[in-house]
């Protein structure tokens, strides 16, 4: 019994950090505007109002960008594998080199003159 309130204690612990973590990093983009080559992971962003943010070569796979504005937002080299982009808006967003394979099928991307010509879209 003892070993199990070990374990959960530190479950607890470890997930209070990571979630922390992620909270810390979220505040920071939305503060600074800026989070090239950061973590994002899974994230949820839903709502957030982005529109200038530096996140180039930014790892957004499996984040969530729902309603999200991206406008002027440059994402050159990020990893939107599996992202869940609905009803994101991308005026004048930088996607150059973005990876964003199952990303946008099944999902509403409103490109409003996105660059969205060098970044790799096939499975």
């Not at 979630?19 to 983009?29: E, N, S």
């Not at 967003?93 to 060098?118: E, H, I, R, W």
Request: glycine share 6%.
């Amino acid at each position: 019994m003892l070993k199990l309130l070990r374990l959960l204690i530190m479950t607890a612990m470890v997930w209070g950090a990571l979630h922390a973590d992620t909270v810390w990093r979220v505040w920071q983009l939305q503060l600074t505007r800026r989070c090239p080559n950061c973590d994002l992971t899974g994230v949820d962003l839903a709502g957030l109002d982005l529109r200038q943010t530096n996140l180039q070569n930014a790892d957004l796979r499996w984040a969530t960008l729902k309603a999200v504005k991206l406008d002027g937002a440059d994402l050159r080299g990020a990893n939107l594998r599996y992202a869940r982009l609905e009803g994101v808006t991308t005026k004048d967003t930088d996607f150059c080199g973005a990876t964003m394979m199952n990303a946008v099928k099944g999902y509403c991307l409103t490109p409003d003159s996105a660059d969205l010509s060098q970044t790799e879209q096939t499975r």
